[in-house]
């Protein structure tokens, strides 16, 4: 049962094994994080230290071996896979490094088919592309987009459902500095004005002022938060 202090994620303890024998590598090692609706939580850390795993188990695309991860007050492991599908395209939107965006499909018909997966059959994709600026791309596909457009045109899609939380890989990686602020900044504006909870992972340190709370992953462990 949610209530307006409920948490979008709340994961508690959780530990992620990965790959086996010899190789086995404990990605999460009691891994705990809140996050309000309204953040935007950057994780930073060295390659390897299990900031994709965080977001796997938050998108429920893992599960962890222990620990609990609740979305909005659901906890993810009560749901079956049929429900735990549609729990995330309805709740939790994915934004990931380049856009990732069907090259056949014109901006609005990404939005449109997102809609529809999700069971959204009448999705207006207009005031969302407006909302990110991209309302006079509308008719464009990814092949006709700056990188900087294609990578709103990814958060407009993400953002097409009304997620409560919205994970997002790397959003910056093709981007110049420039356009590393100004997705930042989208994605800050829609945390605060929308409520939206956003967990971002990132290498790049330039654009963590614009964060709410900035976390290491060091070695699995979630760490101390860092000053920026
Ligand atoms: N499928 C897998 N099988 C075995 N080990 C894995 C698997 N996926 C990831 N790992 C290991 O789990 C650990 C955490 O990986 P993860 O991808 O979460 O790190 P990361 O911080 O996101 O790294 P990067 O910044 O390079 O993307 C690493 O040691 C990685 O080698």
Do not use: W, Y
């Amino acid at each position: 049962m949610s209530t307006d202090n409920t948490p979008a994620l709340d994961i508690s303890n959780t530990v992620l094994e990965l790959g086996d024998g010899d190789s086995r590598v404990r990605a999460l090692d009691d891994v705990s994080v809140t996050v309000m609706p309204g953040e935007l939580v950057a994780i930073v850390g060295p390659s390897g230290s299990g900031k994709s795993s965080l977001l796997a188990i938050a998108g429920a695309l893992a599960h962890p071996d222990s620990g609990t991860v609740r979305v909005h007050g659901t906890d993810l492991a009560t749901l079956s896979k049929r429900t735990r599908a549609r729990f995330r395209l309805r709740n939790i939107g994915f934004v990931f490094q380049s856009g990732n965006l069907l090259p056949a499909l014109t901006a609005a018909d990404q939005l449109r088919l997102a809609g529809r997966l999700a069971g959204n059959r009448h999705v207006d994709p207009a005031p969302v592309l407006e909302s990110v600026g991209m309302g006079h791309r509308a008719g464009h596909r990814p092949g006709e987009l700056s990188g900087g457009e294609r990578q709103r045109v990814g958060i407009a899609r993400a953002l097409v459902n009304h997620p409560s939380l919205l994970l997002v890989d790397e959003p910056t990686a093709a981007l110049d500095r420039q356009r590393s602020h100004e997705v930042v900044q989208l994605l800050a504006d829609r945390a605060h004005d929308a409520g939206v909870a956003v967990v971002m992972v990132t290498h790049d340190r330039d654009v963590l002022e614009h964060c709410d709370r900035v976390l290491e992953m060091v070695d699995g462990r979630l760490g101390i938060p860092v000053a920026v």
